[in-house]
């Protein structure tokens, strides 16, 4: 009898604190957010602490994003950049890590970098990039270094999730210095 008044009474003081920690769930993308608590829950089971940390890690700047831009919820352009943000600090921590000789933590650094390109969108190769860029040079109409910002604004509006822009300007660069 105690049991099924005391579980009654918990369900009760649940109701009566409102959406608390579903809603904030629910705030973040749903599919990104199913596949890093679902991952979470696996790296929980196969104890791996460095993969469960970096998870866990992925959530919190998630949600800092949320209440930096004081939205209830994060879309998915929001949700990728905060993992690409990740995902750079990963590439720059590994180039900082070799130049001082700490082939350790440029391993962990790199771990933790194929962790985060999981769930990022699938990035062009440089032969796709520099294919689509030609077709856009000609589109636009872009001869010169001058044009540049013309050109890296309309290809952001098209590719921004799947090529990194310093990239894609080492390739315009390459494409507008060859002979035509």
Do not use: C, H
Not at 8 to 33: D, F, N, V, W
Request: aromatic share 2%.
């Amino acid at each position: 009898m105690r049991r099924r008044k005391k579980a009654a009474t918990q369900r009760l003081r649940k109701k009566a604190r409102g959406p608390g920690k579903e809603r904030r769930r629910r705030a973040m993308s749903e599919s990104i957010l199913q596949r890093l608590k679902s991952d979470q829950k696996a790296a929980m089971k196969a104890k791996e602490k460095e993969r469960l940390s970096l998870i866990r890690m992925l959530i919190a700047d998630i949600r800092n994003e949320e209440i930096k831009l004081a939205k209830q919820e994060l879309d998915d352009a929001e949700v990728l950049a905060v993992l690409r943000r990740a995902a750079k600090m990963r590439v720059d921590a590994i180039e900082d890590a070799k130049k001082v000789g700490r082939d350790e933590t440029a391993a962990k650094e790199a771990q933790e970098l194929a962790w985060i390109e999981v769930y990022l969108p699938k990035q062009l190769s440089d032969d796709q990039i520099r294919e689509k860029a030609r077709a856009l040079v000609q589109e636009l109409g872009i001869e010169s270094k001058k044009d540049m910002g013309k050109f890296m604004k309309a290809w952001m509006a098209q590719y921004r999730d799947v090529s990194d822009g310093k990239t894609v300007q080492r390739i315009l660069g390459e494409l507008l210095n060859e002979p035509r």
